[in-house]
């Protein structure tokens, strides 16, 4: 059984650095074709690619906030990082990680996690 | 703007058909075959209904169908039911980013 859960701070200051952290079981990203990206949504808004990785450590990024995001992985640990800079009051949302399994086929997802932006 | 064109909402009675519609263009549905539809009931996440056009994962009822037409996908849901109600989203791959797109989503309402 595939899960995966989000964690990380739910407020965060103006222009500080947002880390969030993916760990997941039932599968290995190590495994070829495997995938896990992060998707956020802003409150009654539309679904937002961020980052995508690879089993292969391939990466990819949104072409819109490519400058503030880095994704890692650990392998051994099962989880995946997301980092964002510069954080604003817009990029208020909740967060999730998702497992990726082939072209826009995103089977599993976590819970999400809410992260308010504000001073 | 999202990339995929969807209807904001959509309604229709128990026991009815209704169809959501994923219009984009050659560079994404209309080029791969690589759409997927998500169901997203208030405060949870996203599930998926529907992978590459067509495709049900097990354990999603059959009343959930995908087609697709040139540059626009299609999410049907037949025999309408309360617990339907739910915001829609499609997905697709596109050659024109390094990843694939959302739509903008569409609320069902189960009049």
């Known amino acids: 059984q595939i899960t995966l859960k989000e964690s990380g701070p739910t407020l965060v200051k103006p222009t500080q650095t947002l880390t969030l952290t993916c760990t997941f079981s039932?599968?290995?990203?190590?495994?070829?074709?495997?995938?896990v990206g992060w998707i956020r949504q802003p409150p009654g808004k539309a679904l937002e690619w961020l980052a995508l990785?690879?089993?292969?450590?391939?990466?990819r990024y949104s072409p819109s906030l490519k400058s503030r995001l880095t994704i890692t992985k650990d392998t051994s640990k099962n989880q995946v990082v997301l980092t964002m800079t510069n954080m604003d009051p817009v990029d208020t949302a909740t967060y999730y990680c998702?497992?990726?399994?082939?072209?826009?086929?995103?089977?599993?997802w976590g819970q999400g996690t809410l992260v308010t932006v504000s001073s | 703007q999202s990339a995929l064109t969807q209807p904001a909402s959509v309604s229709g009675s128990p026991g009815q058909s209704i169809t959501i519609s994923c219009t984009g263009t050659s560079s994404d549905v209309g080029g791969y075959n690589y759409v997927s539809w998500y169901q997203q009931h208030p405060g949870k996440a996203p599930k998926l209904m529907i992978y590459?056009?067509?495709n049900r994962p097990s354990g999603v009822s059959n009343r959930f169908s995908g087609s697709k037409s040139g540059n626009t996908a299609s999410l049907t849901i037949s025999g309408l039911q309360a617990e339907d109600e739910a915001d829609y989203y499609c997905s697709s791959y596109t050659s024109s980013s390094t990843l694939e797109v959302f739509g903008g989503g569409t609320k069902l309402t189960v009049l």
């Open positions: 990785i690879y089993w292969n450590d391939d990466k």
């Open positions: 998702a497992h990726r399994l082939g072209g826009a086929l995103l089977d599993y």
């Open positions: 590459e056009v067509s």
């Open positions: 039932g599968f290995s990203l190590s495994t070829s074709g495997v995938g």
